[in-house]
């Protein structure tokens, strides 16, 4: 099954991509500048107003934060966060047109510290972690990837203690089972949206008695 961003949802045809659409920065330094995505990829992008909800929750977390955008789409949830002053970002989607244009946008703004890398998601969280403040966790709507990718993080040690974690899903489906570590702070519904943050906390100690 795709693990990208870009193949999620069949309802949103390349045809209706024809023309290229745009997003824009709302926030920080490159407040304002707009981000393209390619006409060759279907990707669902993180609603304006969602955005400015999610970085006003992050507050004074985003500066300095090491993050990772998953299923990273048009990677506007990791452009948001190097733009208010996020030390790195790493972006992981399969799509090579969406990556193509990814790799442009952080070269012609002349981003610091950002990595993309063109992988299945789950594949990349397979291999040697290197741990994360601040994960945004966007999967396609349509897949079941979302608790294997909560998962993985989890169990292969890719969140730093007290690192903040941001859920995007189907408003109606609901979340699946996520790690018990997860303590959930905030959580929103947009249209069919339904958006959540959870602080990674260490796991309760056995009860010896």
Not at 3 to 25: D, F, H, Q, T
Request: charged share 25%; with cysteine; glycine share 10%.
């Amino acid at each position: 099954m795709s693990a990208g961003k870009s193949g999620s949802r069949a309802a949103v045809s390349v045809r209706r991509a024809g023309r290229a659409r745009v997003l824009r920065i709302i926030g920080g330094t490159w407040r304002g500048k707009k981000l393209r995505f390619p006409a060759s990829a279907a990707i669902r992008p993180t609603p304006d107003r969602v955005r400015e909800t999610l970085f006003n929750w992050l507050g004074a977390r985003t500066p300095g934060a090491r993050a990772l955008d998953l299923f990273a789409g048009s990677g506007a949830l990791g452009l948001e966060a190097l733009s208010r002053g996020a030390s790195h970002v790493t972006f992981v989607e399969q799509d090579e047109a969406a990556v193509r244009e990814l790799r442009a946008r952080l070269a012609e703004w002349q981003a610091g510290d950002a990595r993309v890398a063109r992988a299945d998601a789950l594949h990349y969280l397979a291999g040697e972690a290197r741990p994360f403040d601040l994960v945004f966790l966007d999967p396609p709507f349509a897949s079941e990837l979302l608790g294997e990718a909560a998962r993985l993080l989890e169990e292969r040690h890719w969140l730093k203690p007290g690192a903040l974690i941001y859920v995007e899903c189907a408003a109606r489906a609901g979340l699946p089972p996520l790690p018990a570590p997860w303590r959930p702070l905030k959580a929103k519904q947009a249209g069919e949206v339904g958006y959540h943050l959870f602080a990674h906390t260490a796991p309760l100690a056995a009860d010896t008695a």
